[in-house]
C-alpha cells in the first residue's frame, strides 16, 4: 500500500535557478507615455501654478481693504514660494512623465517610473484582478486613456498606465483580458 502512496504523490522539486538564464526585464524597451500626454501635463501644471499665483496677488494688492504689512510680508513669501515651487512642479514633472513607460510580455505587465528613485512594477497578468479604464475631460479631448490594473487580493490599483492613446488602450486592455486566465504558455 505504501508503495502505490509513492507513486501517486506529487514529485518535489526545488532545483537552484540560473540567474543567467532569466529574463533581463532591466534591458526592455519600454513604451513611453504620449507627448500629447506630457505636454498637457505641463500646461496644466503652468496653469495651476498661475491661478495660485494669481490669487495670493490679487490678495496681496488688492485695494478694496488694505492689507496689514506684517500680512503684505508674509504674501509676499508666499509669491515667491509658489512661483518657485510652480518652477519645479513644471520641470520635475515634464522629467518624471518623460520616465514613465511600460513594456507588455505574454505572461506579464511592467511599468518603470521614477527620475531621482527608480521604480519597476511587474504585474504577472495571472495575478489580475481586473483592469478599468479610464478618461477625464482632458483625455477625452486629447483622444487619450488611462488603464488601471488592479491585483488579486489587493483594494487598490496596483499601478496606472497614464497618457495612452484611447484605441491603442481598448487593444491593451482587451489583450490582457484575453490572456490573464492562461495557465500554459507554451
Known sequence: MSELQDDQSPQFSNTQVDMAQLAQYQH???????????????????ITSC???????????????????????????ALIIIACLGVYSVIFGYFSDKAKSYVLRECDISFYSG?????????PLLRLQHIELKRGPI???????????FSAGGA???????????????????????HKDVTTHG
Request: charged fraction near 20%; avoid cysteine.
Open 156 to 178: 487598490m490599483h496596483t499601478f496606472e498606465l497614464p497618457g495612452l492613446q484611447h484605441e491603442q488602450a481598448l487593444q491593451l486592455r482587451q489583450f490582457i483580458l484575453d
Open 51 to 77: 491661478i495660485l499665483f494669481l490669487i495670493v496677488s490679487v490678495v496681496n494688492w488688492q485695494t478694496f481693504k488694505p492689507v496689514p504689512e506684517d500680512v503684505s510680508n508674509v504674501l509676499d513669501i
Open 139 to 149: 483625455e477625452r479631448k486629447l483622444d487619450l486613456a488611462t488603464i488601471q490594473v
Open 28 to 46: 526592455q524597451q519600454g513604451t513611453p507615455l504620449e507627448p500629447k500626454y506630457i505636454t498637457a501635463n505641463v500646461y496644466l501644471r503652468i
Open 115 to 123: 527620475v531621482i528613485f527608480k521604480k519597476i512594477v511587474i504585474q
